[in-house]
């Protein structure tokens, strides 16, 4: 090998480790700073916006108006009926609110909401759900489960790959596709709670199939139920848990036969 080529070598296989071990920090550290340019400023967007607005409603909902329904809210900000933009119909047949978005988000998100308003209280600001603790609360609970997402994502790639496939892996994931977006600007989607959930149920399959027990049985059911309660489509992940390790149809067909 070239002495150039072999010495390049050499510092990758040194800096690289470390690289991985700092990347879900460096990531919070960029995501923070990226999140005080854009929300910020003067006349920023609301961090609740757009369909994020769905997803967070259930929280102030319950917690503020004590109205799993959704109409109290309703009827306090908007005089009966939510705008366009949020989705949420009335049933013609029931009268009822329907919510197009589920509450899997919602339900991630509400120990961050609950210390926002906490700190309302605190800050003697309006507790109406949707003040500025509220508003941040909601939107850095997107930035802590991305990075929690990615360091679940770590440990499950480090146990098979070296250090150099690791860091390209989390760095194409975070940056190489619009992750970092919506960990950081639409925080309050679905999307990064879902990159999150999906990352644990995936190191909770590889910890079942190797040492099964009640606790890790637990664990994979109270993380599938909130897959299908964020995103109902990611109901397709749940596959993996019976077929982890197969490779080829004969040996399906057998873990179907032993399912079963």
């Not at 949020?86 to 988000?105: A, E, S, V």
């Not at 989390?170 to 619009?178: C, D, H, M, P, R």
């Not at 080829?248 to 032993?258: F, I, L, V």
């Amino acid at each position: 090998m070239h002495p150039t080529l072999e010495n390049a070598g050499g510092a990758v296989a040194r800096w690289c480790p470390a690289a991985v071990r700092h990347f879900v920090l460096a990531t919070a550290c960029l995501g923070l700073c990226g999140y005080v340019l854009l929300y910020g400023r003067p006349g920023a967007d609301q961090p609740v916006h757009s369909d994020g607005y769905s997803y967070y409603v259930y929280v102030p909902s319950v917690l503020v108006y004590h109205d799993t329904t959704l109409d109290a809210l309703a009827l306090d900000w908007y005089g009966g009926d939510y705008p366009d933009f949020t989705g949420i119909r009335r049933l013609p047949t029931t009268r009822r609110f329907l919510n197009p978005h589920p509450i899997g988000t919602a339900v991630l998100m509400a120990p961050f909401v609950i210390v926002g308003h906490a700190l309302t209280w605190w800050a003697n600001l309006p507790p109406d759900g949707f003040s500025l603790f509220y508003q941040h609360a909601a939107a850095l609970a997107g930035l802590f489960y991305l990075c929690a997402g990615l360091a679940i994502l770590r440990r499950t790639l480090a146990r098979s790959f070296t250090a150099p496939v690791v860091l390209a892996t989390l760095a194409v994931v975070t940056w190489g596709t619009n992750l970092f977006h919506y960990g950081v600007y639409d925080g309050t989607f679905s999307h990064v709670f879902s990159f999150f959930l999906v990352c644990a149920l995936t190191e909770l399959t590889v910890l079942w199939w190797s040492a099964p027990s009640a606790g890790r049985s637990i664990g994979l059911g109270v993380v599938s139920g909130l897959v299908v309660l964020t995103r109902h489509t990611d109901a397709v992940f749940l596959l993996l848990i019976p077929f982890y390790g197969v490779t080829h149809g004969t040996e399906a067909k057998a873990r179907a036969r032993e399912i079963w």
